[in-house]
């Protein structure tokens, strides 16, 4: 079985760097084919995605965030670490990180992380 | 980047009734689309993938169609559970993309 979770702050002051942490287990980063990623949803709002990293350490990014994030991988540690640089409270979302399996999707999903910006 | 396009942004139904769902991308994606089910203050669920594969477990009242620009979502007979907001993924390129989700709501 598949589990994720994410853990991080979840209060951060604007202009703060977050970083946020997904632990998992039921399956391995260094299998061939697989990801993790994460995808975050301000409160009532749709789903962005943001960032995802593969076993080989490939690593994507949302083009309009791109300058901001940085993912990486421990894979002794089944950790995915994101961090976002320059808050400011139009990031206030729930932060997801998902995984990702052989048929392309993001399946299963962290239970989630609310993350607040404000002074 | 490639857009997506989901409509209607929401929706009422009644338990029993057949819903459908769009979502138009502004390029070809071949069949590569999810469908997600999300409750609130929940986690998205996968629902179909490749366009039209239905995700181990989900009801057969769930089904996906279409490829290249167009892809419907449909809910057969709509139940009780199935009250929730639903978002479409393209995976055919980076960056992926959701649409904007269409909530299903109860009439």
């Known amino acids: 079985q598949i589990t994720l979770k994410e853990s991080g702050p979840t209060l951060v002051k604007p202009t703060q760097t977050l970083t946020l942490t997904c632990t998992f287990s039921?399956?391995?980063?260094?299998?061939?084919?697989?990801?993790v990623g994460w995808i975050r949803q301000p409160p009532g709002k749709a789903l962005e995605w943001l960032a995802l990293?593969?076993?080989?350490?490939?690593?994507r990014y949302s083009p309009s965030l791109k300058s901001r994030l940085t993912i990486t991988k421990d894979t002794s540690k089944n950790q995915v670490v994101l961090t976002m640089t320059n808050m400011d409270p139009v990031d206030t979302a729930t932060y997801y990180c998902?995984?990702?399996?052989?048929?392309?999707?993001?399946?299963?999903w962290g239970q989630g992380t609310l993350v607040t910006v404000s002074s | 980047a490639i857009r997506i396009t989901q409509s209607p942004s929401s929706l009422s139904a009644s338990t029993g009734d057949r819903v459908t769902i769009t979502c138009r991308a502004s390029?070809?994606?071949?069949?590569?689309l999810a469908w997600y089910q999300q409750k609130p203050g929940k986690a998205p669920k996968l629902l179909i993938y490749?366009?039209?594969t239905l995700q181990s477990g989900v009801p057969s009242r769930f089904s996906g169609s279409g490829s290249g620009t167009d892809f419907t979502l449909t809910i057969s007979c709509l139940q009780s559970e199935d009250f929730a907001t639903y978002y479409c993924?393209?995976?055919?390129?980076?960056?992926?993309?959701f649409g904007q989700g269409t909530k299903v709501e109860i009439k």
């Open positions: 390029q070809g994606i071949s069949s590569y």
């Open positions: 993924q393209q995976y055919y390129s980076y960056p992926w993309a």
């Open positions: 490749a366009a039209s």
């Open positions: 998902a995984h990702r399996g052989a048929a392309g999707l993001f399946d299963p």
């Open positions: 990293i593969y076993w080989d350490d490939d690593k």
């Open positions: 039921g399956f391995s980063l260094s299998t061939s084919g697989v990801g």
